[in-house]
Each structure stands twice: as structure tokens, then as C-alpha cells.
């Protein structure tokens, strides 16, 4: 059974930074795409930062010069690293991975930036 298992939230000022982690366990033979989505209240999930099929990443415009997508490929790991956060960057971060062609979510986990 596979499971996306995320790490790292939490409550910090604005201006400050976080890293969150994303580890896919379980019978994987290839991961496709592995990256972090967003939903803060009220609004729709988002893409913030991916490592698309081709190996490339994309982020939302929005925190592009902020956050800096990683991965470990040997561990099946992601790692998103936040700075300068904004109080609009609250929100529940999930982790996204295509794995052997099936989609899969982490539980999510929060950010909080207060001002």
C-alpha cells in the first residue's frame, strides 16, 4: 500500500521560514511527478511547486523566489523549502504524487504565518 507521509508544518511569523517533507513508501516502481498543492479557506486547491514528468519544476507565480522545490530520488522524498513567508501562504500544504500512473494525497499538513 502506498502512502505519502508529510512533515514540517507549523505556526511562524511573516518573514519567517519553513521546510516541508514528503516521503512515498510502500511498492513503487516509478514516481511520475511528485509535488505540493495548497487549499487555504475558502478557496480552491492550488499548485504551489512540482517536479513534473519531464524532471523540471514548476511553481505558482506567487511563490516563485520564495520557495525552492528539492527531492531525494534514492529516499522517494520531496522537500519543499519556504521563505519569507506571507500571511497569504497560510493554507493546508498536501503533498501530490503520480506514482506507477496512480494519483495519490498526503493527509496535509498546516502552515500558519501570522502577521
Known amino acids: 500500500q502506498v502512502q505519502l507521509v508529510e512533515s514540517g508544518g507549523g505556526l511562524v511569523q511573516a518573514g519567517g521560514s519553513l521546510r516541508l517533507s514528503c516521503a512515498a513508501s510502500?511498492?513503487?516502481?516509478?514516481?511520475?511527478?511528485m509535488g505540493w498543492y495548497r487549499q487555504a479557506p475558502g478557496k480552491q486547491r492550488e499548485l504551489v511547486a512540482t517536479f513534473t514528468s519531464g524532471g523540471s519544476t514548476k511553481y505558482v507565480a506567487s511563490v516563485k523566489g520564495r520557495f525552492t522545490i528539492s527531492r531525494d530520488t534514492a529516499k522517494n522524498t520531496v522537500y519543499l523549502q519556504m521563505n519569507s513567508l506571507k500571511p497569504e501562504d497560510t493554507a493546508v500544504y498536501y503533498c501530490?504524487?503520480?506514482?506507477?500512473?496512480?494519483?495519490?494525497w498526503g493527509q496535509g499538513t498546516q502552515v500558519t504565518v501570522s502577521s
Open positions: 510502500g511498492s513503487i516502481f516509478r514516481v511520475i511527478a
Open positions: 501530490n504524487a503520480v506514482l506507477d500512473y496512480y494519483n495519490y
